[in-house]
Each structure stands twice: as structure tokens, then as C-alpha cells.
């Protein structure tokens, strides 16, 4: 079992599409993260929200927009994307901050076409 | 920044043998030394971590070792079983823990 929760598990998405990832967790975490995960490498960071406040923005393009609703939840906002933006997205949350461990949901197996 | 090198990549140990992952850093502000194992199709998940104040930690069959002098930690895994065998990264923090970074992984395999 899973304490840190993402739908959909799987996402095959055209390059015109819009779309959403969304994170749930319920464990009163602080700090909640977005990666992308490609295979055989390991993750890498794109958002961290600190107290609902997006703190760390990795040079992410723009067709990725995350947005944290409230202190449990994580969304991230796909448009326009390319296929080399197929990846599994991994959400995360740590109790404080990168001092504490992270707890990673399942990820959404992204697929663009 | 900081950079997390990982050796080895792959890694392949009879069952019941002794397995070693070793991990370098280069940000000396870095204090916190997390490991995360992965399987196959499946989420990173903590396995052990360590604090800069501290030299070792053990849990069971996995212990980690931390020399902040040398700027280096290492994952020890003995009595190695098949369920062992997924990919390990290790991490430190970054930023003065905003964030992490992550070593480029070990893939271990555990023969029978």
C-alpha cells in the first residue's frame, strides 16, 4: 500500500491534448514534489511545493504547470506536449523538506503520441 | 551544484553473498544521506537513511556507512536474497535541503 496516492496510473495523451496529473496525500507532509522518471535513470525533480508554496521550479517548459490546491493535494497541468515527454511522473512528499525521507506514490506511466 | 556519483552501475552477486554500493558527493553542506530501492514498474522506496552526525546505521541485512570527510557513503547489503535485486540510487540534499539529487543508480542482481 501507497500513502502518497496518483491517478491515473496510465495516460496516453496526443501532443494536442490537455490533461491533468493529480497527487493525494495524507500524512500532513509539507512538502510535495513532482519527478519525471525515464527508464533507467533516476528521478528527476521538476516542482517542490513547500507549505502550498511552489519553492523549486527545475527550468521546467511551460507546457507543464503544477498547481497545489491544498496542503494534500498536487496536481500537474499537461498541454501540448511532446513525445519525448514520455516518462513516468512521480509525486512525492516528505514531512519537512528534503531533510526528511520522501515518499513516492505509484507515478502516472505517461505516454505521448 | 552538487553531484552524486554512484559506482557500480550493475552489480551481480551469488545468493547469500555480501553486496556493496558506494556513493560520492561534492556539496559539503550536504546532511542528510537517504537510499531508495526500485523495482521493476514500481515506486523508489526508502530503505535506509543516514544524518551527517552520524558514522553508521544499521537495519537487519542493511547497514550504511557515512565519511563526510571524504565526502562519501556506502549501502551494504549481506545475506543477499533473490527479492533483493531492483535498483538502488542513493541521494543527498541539496540547497540546504530544499531538495535532493540523486546518483545515477546500481542495478543489482542477485543470482540463485
Known amino acids: 500500500d501507497t500513502e502518497v496516492t496518483q491517478t491515473p496510473k496510465h495516460l496516453v495523451m496526443g501532443m494536442t491534448n490537455k490533461k491533468s496529473l493529480k497527487c493525494e496525500q495524507h500524512?500532513?507532509?509539507?512538502?510535495m514534489y513532482w519527478y519525471k522518471q525515464k527508464a533507467k535513470k533516476p528521478p528527476e525533480l521538476m516542482f517542490v511545493?513547500?507549505?502550498?508554496?511552489?519553492?523549486i521550479n527545475e527550468s521546467v517548459p511551460s507546457r507543464f504547470s503544477p498547481e497545489c490546491p491544498n496542503s494534500s493535494l498536487l496536481n500537474l497541468h499537461l498541454h501540448a506536449l511532446q513525445p519525448e515527454d514520455s516518462a513516468l511522473y512521480l509525486c512525492?512528499?516528505?514531512?519537512?523538506?528534503?531533510?526528511?525521507?520522501?515518499?513516492f506514490g505509484n507515478g502516472t506511466r505517461l505516454t505521448v503520441t | 551544484g552538487e553531484n552524486v556519483e554512484q559506482h557500480p552501475s550493475t552489480l551481480s552477486v551469488q545468493e547469500g553473498d555480501s553486496a556493496v554500493i558506494k556513493c560520492t558527493y561534492s556539496?559539503?553542506?550536504?546532511?542528510?544521506f537517504p537510499w531508495y530501492k526500485q523495482e521493476l514498474g514500481k515506486r523508489p522506496q526508502l530503505i535506509i537513511d543516514?544524518?551527517?552526525?552520524?558514522g553508521e546505521k544499521k537495519d537487519q541485512r542493511i547497514a550504511v556507512t557515512l565519511n563526510k570527510t571524504a565526502k562519501h557513503f556506502s549501502l551494504h547489503i549481506t545475506e543477499t536474497q533473490p527479492e533483493d535485486s531492483a535498483v538502488y540510487f542513493c541521494?543527498?540534499?541539496?540547497?540546504?535541503?530544499?531538495?535532493?539529487?540523486f546518483g545515477p543508480g546500481t542495478r543489482l542482481s542477485v543470482l540463485p
Open positions: 543516514i544524518r551527517s552526525n552520524v
Open positions: 512525492a512528499s516528505s514531512p519537512q523538506g528534503a531533510n526528511s525521507p520522501l515518499h
Open positions: 556539496d559539503s553542506a550536504s546532511n542528510y
Open positions: 541521494a543527498a540534499t541539496l540547497n540546504y535541503g530544499q531538495n535532493f539529487v
Open positions: 500524512m500532513g507532509h509539507r512538502a
Open positions: 511545493y513547500s507549505y502550498e508554496k511552489l519553492s
